[in-house]
């Protein structure tokens, strides 16, 4: 089973929806966070969480919102998508201890959003 | 202001030769500097990472070389293999208890059989 896995792993939806995108981890990391990946941009950082209480806004979080519901859940919506955040979304998370502050993230398999 | 970014963005290399994937980063502020392997239709997996006062790492059948002096950082990957095709992302990490990881745009690997 995937230490990282996200729901759901394709979506295709119509401008103006709500839409959820869920991460949960069994790493039993603290940190969590959210990318969005566009071809020719590499991975750009939306929202990361150090714990439960703790939320801070990426470097492109406008249009977007999480929740970190527990340590191990961290959700990603997009209140009423466009089509310019067609993307494929991923989630990541790293730990407090050893290796934490070199910059290894673990990473889901990806989350594919069409928005028409 | 801070980026990451790379030389090539796709390297033919034939199987069995080396490979070098070439970055460079703006940036000296930084605490690491990471590669990162995706392949298609997965997560973006790390691979070795470099701390910012060492210039040279190894790992198996990788090794990273950090010149900070023209911050640029290579990755060489020895005979290389099939199952090295995939998307290689460099990236930076400011350390200290906050974790902020910059990815540079990626540089895709082909390996001809």
């Known amino acids: 089973d995937a230490d990282v896995t996200q729901t759901p792993r394709n979506r295709i939806t119509k401008t103006g929806k709500r839409i959820m995108l869920e991460c949960s981890q069994t790493?039993?990391?603290?940190?969590m966070y959210w990318y969005r990946q566009d071809p020719g941009l590499g991975l750009r950082l939306i929202y990361y969480s150090f714990d439960v209480k703790d939320i801070n806004k990426g470097e492109i979080s406008d249009g977007y919102s999480v929740s970190r519901q527990a340590q191990a859940k961290f959700s990603l919506s997009l209140e009423s998508a466009i089509p310019n955040q067609t993307a494929l979304y991923f989630c990541?998370?790293?730990?407090?201890?050893?290796?934490?502050?070199?910059?290894?993230?673990?990473f889901g398999e990806g989350s594919r959003l069409t928005v028409l | 202001g801070e980026s990451v970014g790379l030389h090539l963005p796709t390297l033919s290399v034939q199987e069995g030769d080396n490979s070098i994937i070439n970055c460079a980063y703006s940036n000296s502020a930084s605490d690491y500097f990471i590669w990162y392997k995706q392949e298609s239709g997965k997560g973006p997996q790390f691979i070795i990472d470099?701390?910012?006062?060492?210039d040279k790492r190894q790992g198996q059948r990788v090794t990273v070389l950090l010149n900070k002096t023209v911050k640029h950082l290579s990755l060489q990957i020895a005979a290389t293999q099939p199952g090295d095709s995939a998307v290689y992302f460099c990236?930076?990490?400011?350390?200290?208890?906050?974790?902020?990881?910059?990815f540079g745009t990626g540089t895709k690997l082909q390996v001809i059989p």
């Open positions: 990541a998370t790293s730990g407090i201890s050893g290796r934490s502050n070199t910059g290894e993230l673990f």
């Open positions: 990236a930076e990490s400011k350390g200290g208890g906050y974790q902020k990881v910059t």
């Open positions: 790493k039993g990391h603290d940190r």
């Open positions: 470099i701390r910012s006062n060492m």
